[in-house]
């Protein structure tokens, strides 16, 4: 093992043992190299004044060699902020930006002690991040049954965890916390479980109401105290997107030094709260009382970082941080929120309206992107295909009779024809 991975080892074990217990076998062994080329060329920038030979650009009188075809397009910029690699973690300036952005959102971080949020190629990359420092073969991976298809390849076919699922709802179509317990105490015998939450959930766009969440995190500190090592990743991938009475914070929050036990890592970033998708901006946050285990936590993460995508992109970040900084940002993310709330509200009332008989029901959904219909004694794929075939309508089937639609991508004005379209398709299903 290298000697670095071997001290940051040694600084959790006599500081945070639990987390120690936590990694994975990657995790153990994992650093960011100090005497590499990063760490050479970063020492180079603050003492060469002359020449700087070191890190791998070219510059021009000056600064950044660029070409004026690629410039003229982003003329707004500096080549300075857009050209040169960004540092592992991501630029500082935006990381400082978005941890007061977290504090803003969820009043209930500004007394507890997390890390500074470290900037990842978007939130599948942040989910990989933690797969890899924390999951084993056979270690248990906790999320309901309606779930993103990407954690069974991420943390399953990647890592060898064991996928263990629990009802997402209770009869009554509230969040099923008990069956979340249940999953938890479970793990007893192994003593360590990897909890994913996911609110608003991708697929039935469902957040908890806030007295779900406080039954959530009892869940998993009640597992803590049973002597079970908890990594709980709040994937907040739609964060603030929340349209009736639910939680309005991330529950990273409320876990944050809540349990020695617990360790809350919170995966969030512009890509959908921001609406800029392809930019792939994404953070991991770490959620720890220790100082010595949040550096330890961010040296391993950086040496990940470091071995797969060496850093993110630096253009994409500039354009992230110009945004957070605009005084219009505000006001233009409100207005984007109010047509969300619209076309959710929208559908709700038009499946409320009695107009499509009785051939679904729909799960609950109060945020996000989505919500799922739930066929009644018909094929979900089955309808998916007659959508596309007869009607040029694209949809997403889960499971036997679940069919997620993506109300975010439909303008108000045309959902009413998208569900009779829906609705016309099922009807055609049930005549064959």
């Known amino acids: 093992m290298n000697p670095l991975a071997g001290q940051l080892n040694e600084n959790l074990k006599e500081d945070s043992p639990y987390i120690y217990d936590m990694l994975s076998r990657l995790g153990k062994e994992m650093y960011f190299p100090k005497e590499g080329i990063l760490s050479q060329s970063a020492e180079a920038s603050s003492q060469a004044k002359k020449y700087n030979a070191t890190i791998g650009i070219a510059t021009e009188n000056g600064g950044p060699m660029h070409l004026k075809v690629i410039q003229d397009s982003l003329s707004a910029f500096q080549p300075k902020d857009l050209y040169p690699y960004a540092p592992p973690a991501g630029k500082p300036e935006l990381r400082s930006a978005w941890r007061e952005k977290m504090i803003k959102d969820n009043p209930s971080l500004a007394d507890k002690k997390f890390g500074n949020p470290i900037v990842t190629n978007a939130l599948t990359h942040g989910l990989s991040i933690v797969a890899d420092l924390f999951a084993d073969e056979g270690d248990a991976i906790i999320y309901p049954d309606k779930n993103w298809e990407n954690y069974e390849l991420t943390f399953g076919i ?178 984007k929120f109010q047509v969300m709330k619209g076309r959710a509200n929208k559908v709700k009332q038009l499946l409320d309206s009695g107009k499509y008989g009785d051939v679904w029901e729909y799960y609950p959904f109060n945020s996000g992107y989505f919500m799922c219909l739930k066929l009644k004694n018909i094929s979900a794929e089955d309808v998916r295909q007659r959508l596309l075939s007869q009607y040029e309508v694209g949809t997403i089937a889960l499971g036997d009779h679940d069919l997620r639609v993506a109300f975010s991508c439909i303008e108000e004005q045309y959902l009413e024809d998208l569900y009779d379209l829906i609705h016309q398709a099922v009807l055609d299903v049930q005549q064959t």
């Open 158 to 335: 990647r890592r060898g965890a064991q996928i263990v699922n629990y009802p997402l709802f209770t009869e009554d179509m509230n969040f099923n916390s008990d069956g979340l317990r249940d999953a938890l105490l479970e793990q007893k015998d192994r003593g360590k479980a990897i909890v994913v939450l996911n609110f608003p959930n991708n697929p039935t766009g469902y957040t908890p109401s806030v007295e779900d969440g406080h039954r959530i995190v009892a869940a998993i500190n009640e597992a803590a105290l049973a002597g079970i090592n908890v990594v709980v990743v709040t994937d907040d991938a739609y964060f603030g997107l929340f349209f009736e009475d639910s939680i309005q914070e991330s529950l990273f929050g409320e876990l944050n030094n809540l349990h020695p036990r617990i360790l809350p890592i919170k995966i969030d970033g512009a890509t959908k709260e921001e609406y800029v998708w392809g930019f792939r901006v994404g953070f991991i946050t770490y959620g720890a009382s220790s100082d010595v285990a949040l550096t330890a936590l961010e040296q391993k993460t950086l040496g990940i970082i470091r071995a797969t995508i060496s850093s993110g992109a630096h253009p994409s970040q500039t354009f992230v941080l110009n945004a957070l900084r605009s005084p219009e940002f505000e006001a233009q993310k409100a207005e």
